[in-house]
């Protein structure tokens, strides 16, 4: 198992399921889409609507696209 970057911060998590474990199957909060206290990921980065996470379970990490927010859009006719 890796370990957690240095650089993480509970203080900066975001509720994404993790490709890694998928610790999250099996409860009940996060199936109900709410915030779980439980199942967290430390947000280490991001560039627009791209995530950098990492598990607080298993250390895994790996980017997440969201697709909302400020990302790369089309550009708009002059």
Do not use: K
Request: overall charge positive; hydrophobic content about 35%; glycine content about 10%.
């Amino acid at each position: 198992m890796l370990p957690i970057d240095p650089s993480a911060d509970a203080g900066r998590r975001a509720w994404v399921p993790c490709p890694g474990c998928a610790d999250h199957r099996d409860c009940a909060v996060c199936l109900a889409g709410r915030t779980c206290r439980d199942h967290w990921r430390y947000l280490l980065s991001n560039v627009g609507s791209l995530l950098h996470l990492q598990c607080s379970n298993c250390a895994h990490l790996w980017a997440h696209e969201t697709g909302f927010g400020a990302g790369s859009r089309g550009a708009r006719p002059a």
